[in-house]
């Protein structure tokens, strides 16, 4: 079974790839700027996955949204939506 950390990093893979902007990831995150790359990285490099509730409350957006389009095929932005509907994101 794969840990939160691994999942994420193959979510984001297939979100990029299933056509996700930019502009709709950093919406779900809590810094102003995200970009694939940066979430790639920061999920794959993690020596002890043990992350704080903000980076949890992305996971989980980003799981949500990677689950529901792979069963679904439902527009991202759609996906997005409700993900932020669900979890609302605090900007810091």
């Not at 079974?1 to 297939?14: G, L, P, S």
Request: net charge positive; proline share 3%; with cysteine.
């Amino acid at each position: 079974m794969k840990n939160i950390c691994e999942q994420v990093v193959e979510d984001a893979r297939y979100l990029e790839a299933a056509g996700m902007t930019q502009r709709q990831l950093t919406s779900l995150h809590h810094r102003s700027k995200e970009t694939f790359s940066s979430a790639i990285y920061y999920w794959s490099n993690r020596e002890n996955c043990n992350p704080r509730a903000r980076s949890l409350d992305y996971a989980y957006r980003l799981r949500f949204i990677a689950r529901e389009h792979r069963a679904t095929n439902q527009p991202l932005d759609v996906l997005v939506a409700r993900a932020l509907s669900k979890s609302p994101v605090t900007k810091i």
